[in-house]
């Protein structure tokens, strides 16, 4: 059964640094195909692709904000994906998710996680 | 950052038939398979449709997926008050080199 979970601050100041961790089980990146992705959603907004970690340490990033993001597994546990954002704002809000692959479809998904960026 | 075109609302009685439309290009969708999530209120998206018209396990038939171009289709036939949410295209963008979703459609069961 595999299972996806999000974490991380709630609160975060604009310019500050976000990471969020994604905890997963039931399969192993280090299978070949597999991937874990970040996805995100302002509230009230659509959903928006942020990046992905494949199997074989390969990273894809959204354009818009590859330059401010970097996705790595946790060198302590193959188990978890760290997301980590740089000089966040305040249209950085909203609720993150990450998500399986073993294709290109999502199949997967974490509950979420709701970060605010605010003073 | 969104190139794939959704209608932003569509809507019928119980037991009538929806149709979403999602509009790409032809750097996505026009040569890559394209998926649909179901978003209930309030929970995390959830993967309805994969490879243009593949349903998961436990999603019901009354789900169909088309592709023809650039364009897709999600059709809900048989339209029941639980289908109320919001559903979101995605394809792989090459131009990107990565994930595209659309702009969403809220369907609204009256």
């Known amino acids: 059964q595999i299972t996806l979970k999000e974490s991380g601050p709630m609160l975060v100041k604009p310019t500050q640094t976000l990471t969020l961790t994604c905890s997963f089980s039931g399969f192993s990146l280090s299978t070949r195909g597999v991937a874990v992705g970040w996805i995100r959603q302002p509230p009230g907004k659509a959903l928006e692709w942020l990046a992905l970690l494949y199997w074989d340490d390969d990273k894809r990033y959204s354009p818009s904000l590859k330059n401010r993001l970097t996705v790595t597994t946790d060198t302590s546990s193959r188990n978890q994906v760290l997301l980590t954002m740089t000089n966040v704002d305040p249209l950085d809000t909203g609720t993150y998710y990450c998500?399986?692959?073993?294709?290109?479809?999502?199949?997967?998904w974490g509950p979420g996680t709701l970060v605010t960026v605010s003073t | 950052q969104y190139v794939l075109t959704q209608p932003p609302s569509a809507s019928g009685t119980p037991g009538q038939r929806v149709t979403i439309s999602c509009s790409g290009s032809?750097?996505?969708?026009?040569?890559?398979?394209v998926y649909w999530y179901q978003q209930l209120p309030g929970t995390a998206p959830k993967l309805l449709m994969y490879?243009?018209?593949q349903r998961p396990s436990g999603v019901p038939d009354r789900f169909s997926g088309s592709k023809s171009g650039t364009s897709a289709s999600l059709a809900i036939s048989g339209l029941r008050s639980e289908d109320e949410a919001d559903y979101y295209c995605a394809a792989w963008g090459d131009r990107l080199n990565g994930y595209v979703f659309g702009t969403g459609t809220k369907v609204t069961v009256l």
């Open positions: 998500a399986h692959t073993s294709g290109y479809e999502f199949d997967y």
């Open positions: 032809s750097s996505n969708i026009g040569s890559n398979y």
């Open positions: 490879r243009n018209d």
